[in-house]
């Protein structure tokens, strides 16, 4: 079977990673890849994966069976809709079901209209009503801009003043372009956050082991808002009486408004929640995997992920027994110094070998190699993964695997699961 996986960071070394412990055997490969998925794939380069035509020329020229999509970008473009119109099968939703991630004001609509639990809402496209509804609320007060803003198109407002700085600065296309010519603009909600992926084939939805992402920078949540600096799994605060919640209350009433809608939604469905004192409620959803949650949700997966993918893709996951690990995993991201900003590139990374050798998995985000050194090339760079009996052996491991791990201007957190741990106290 041949596999193609589309993306380029840490999420889909995770993917082709577990894909390629499948007993299908499947011939990997990555478009455009990167050097740690190298190692289990062939990678090509020179393709857009933003060009759904030359995506699927490739795929035609490599033989491809099955197509799997990591970021969101070719998800919106509609690549799984191309694929499949030329009769190659492809895991992910098609474009009128990405629009779930693809547009807030969609999504939050959606949710509004089936009753699936979220902070209540109003839809802007003028900032003098936008100013108002903020006046009238008060704050906090969260402000987010419509459409795609790269994890960052969110403004949490703590006063009035920032509120409405925040909704001119989103209206007039200042800050991020015409992801912002609709505000939405949301209740503050009081919780801890956790994420649960979910497989579904548009009818049976299953819900994957609870992960905890860490967004901010740097270490006690301080600093600014990231792709993600590190994961855990599962998340305490997901216990099994509030992962069943979740899935009664929000996964299978969304799967089903998506197909009322004539939307079906295949693929993963990603819930990002708030544990709120009312019990969950949705803060996002995305049409893909998160990353970097699935570099520890993924290792904790025993069954085999093709059967899975292949389920999902031809409507039969009913009935299917998905098998997890009663293991915890700990994902600590090594970034760039100066990252969520600007930052240098070109450092040769030392202590791979070392760190693998340890045991830790090492997933590679933003690398690339020059001179047969791999050196970075990305904000976040690799994500070092351990698991264990239980988070705090997870998180010690993989601390140690860092350690071993060295290139210039190389930050991370060191607090990586810091809530499992203190509830374990
Ligand atoms: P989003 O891109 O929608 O996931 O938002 C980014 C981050 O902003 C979330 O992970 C939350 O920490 C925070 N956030 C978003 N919406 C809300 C809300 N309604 N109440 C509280 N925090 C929120
Ligand atoms: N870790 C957050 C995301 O994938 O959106």
């Not at 649960?196 to 082991?209: E, Y």
């Not at 799967?255 to 409620?281: F, N, Q, S, V």
């Not at 031809?314 to 915890?328: C, F, N, P, R, V």
């Amino acid at each position: 079977m041949n596999i193609l996986v589309i993306g380029s960071g840490g999420r889909e070394h995770a993917l082709a990673w577990k894909l390629a412990q499948s007993k299908h055997e499947p011939k990997l490969y990555a478009v455009p890849g990167n050097p740690g998925m190298a190692e289990i794939a062939e990678c090509i380069a020179g393709v857009s994966i933003a060009d759904n035509s030359a995506l699927v020329s490739l795929a035609k020229e490599k033989a491809i069976d099955f197509v799997v999509v990591g970021p969101e970008v070719p998800l919106m473009n509609g690549v799984v809709d191309a694929m499949e119109a030329a009769g190659i099968k492809a895991f992910g939703p098609k474009k009128a079901a990405a629009e779930i991630e693809g547009s807030k004001a969609f999504s939050k609509n959606l949710m509004k209209k089936y009753g699936i639990p979220t902070a209540k809402y109003e839809v802007f496209t003028d900032a003098e009503e936008a100013r108002a509804y903020v006046e009238k609320e008060g704050a906090p007060i969260v402000i987010k801009a419509d459409g795609l803003a790269a994890g960052k198109g969110v403004i949490v407002a703590e006063t009035l003043g920032d509120a409405r700085d925040a909704v001119d600065e989103i209206l007039s296309g200042k800050a991020f372009g015409t992801a912002g010519n609709r505000v939405v603009i949301e209740e503050f909600m009081m919780g801890e956050e956790a994420s649960l992926l979910a497989f579904t084939d548009g009818k049976t939805i299953c819900p994957m082991v609870s992960s905890q992402d860490h967004k901010r920078a740097f270490d006690g949540d301080k600093g600014p808002n990231t792709g993600g600096m590190g994961t855990y799994a599962p998340a305490p605060v997901m216990t099994s009486d509030m992962v069943e919640r979740a899935t009664d209350e929000i996964l299978k009433p969304v799967i089903a408004a998506m197909a009322k809608e004539g939307r079906p939604y295949a693929g993963c469905l990603y819930a990002g929640l708030m544990i709120t004192e009312e019990g969950p409620k949705v803060v996002e959803f995305n049409a893909r995997f998160g990353d970097p949650e699935t570099q520890v949700v993924l290792p904790l997966l025993v069954s085999d992920l093709v059967d899975i993918m292949l389920a999902c893709t031809d409507g039969t996951l009913g009935g299917m027994k998905i098998e997890w690990s009663a293991a915890s995993s700990v994902c600590v991201v090594m970034a760039s110094g100066g990252y969520p900003k600007a930052y240098p590139k070109g450092f040769p990374i030392d202590g791979l070998t070392k760190a693998k050798a340890a045991g830790t998995l090492v997933f590679h985000a933003g690398t690339a190699e020059k001179d047969g050194q791999i050196v970075t090339a990305g904000g976040r760079v690799l994500g070092v993964v351990a698991k264990a009996a239980n988070v705090k052996e997870a998180a010690f491991a993989a601390y140690k695997g860092v350690s071993a791990i060295s290139f210039e201007g190389a930050f991370y957190r060191r607090d990586i699961a810091h809530r499992a741990l203190e509830r374990m106290k």
